[in-house]
């Protein structure tokens, strides 16, 4: 159990152009999300709390214009990196809280999405 | 000064041999400690958590907590190739909506 799936799992784009990123719990309810950011050899750096049907927290230093976050379901989360540039090129993960667990553990990640812009 | 410090490596040990892996914080407010397992391209995966100062074994798995020092530990005991990869600490209040916050990991390398 406890399975989240992210879709696509590796992406190219043009400069300029827009990206979404699709993060599934399936077999459980996630009221809450998170999005994390990771270069290469690098910890994760948390983005973005998602929340159902609520707008999204961004961490400082993040552009909440530049990456549009939408949890429409308690099962689905979307990240858009909009107008991307070679810079945001990096490994995209996402974990999801089970809304029936109560402890900070109990959060399961996906198992990332690759962006590249060229 | 990271909130979570935590050697990059990489820590190249035989197979069988202990590998030991620590990191340090600076936040007293941590209460909860886990340690996740991440191999190269895929998402961290829960390898063990706990939220009191002490030992946790499961397994080939200890971990080991020393609040007073805001030190935390994990071994592996018997270390196969398999466990070959880079291991993150992460840490969070007891309330703050969940988040957490990571080390910078430490690449482990189990030669057979």
């Known amino acids: 159990g406890a399975v989240v799936s992210q879709h696509p799992s590796w992406v190219i784009c043009k400069s300029g152009t827009s990206v979404k990123i699709e993060c599934r719990s399936l077999?459980?309810?996630?009221?809450?999300m998170f999005w994390y950011r990771q270069f290469p050899k690098q910890s994760l750096m948390l983005m973005a709390t998602s929340n159902e049907g609520s707008k999204a927290t961004y961490e400082q230093g993040v552009e909440k214009d530049k990456f549009l976050i939408n949890h429409a379901s308690l099962t689905l989360s979307t990240l858009t990196v909009t107008s991307a540039h070679p810079e945001d090129s990096s490994f995209y993960i996402c974990?999801?809280?089970?809304?029936?667990?109560?402890?900070?553990?109990?959060?399961?990640f996906g198992p990332g999405t690759r962006l590249t812009v060229t | 000064q990271k909130e979570v410090e935590q050697d990059p490596g990489p820590l190249s040990v035989p197979e069988g041999a202990i590998v030991s892996l620590n990191c340090t914080y600076s936040n007293s407010a941590f209460q909860y400690f886990m340690w996740y397992r991440q191999y190269s391209r895929k998402g961290p995966e829960l390898l063990m958590y706990t939220y009191s100062s002490g030992n946790k074994e499961d397994g080939r798995f200890t971990a080991q907590v020393d609040k007073s020092s805001k030190y935390i530990s994990l071994f592996i005991r018997d270390s196969q190739p398999s466990d070959s990869a880079t291991y993150l600490c992460a840490m969070s209040p007891k309330a703050a909506g969940n988040k957490l916050t990571f080390g910078g990991g430490t690449r482990v390398l189990v030669k057979p």
């Open positions: 974990s999801a809280r089970d809304s029936a667990g109560t402890e900070v553990y109990e959060q399961y």
């Open positions: 077999d459980f309810q996630a009221t809450t």
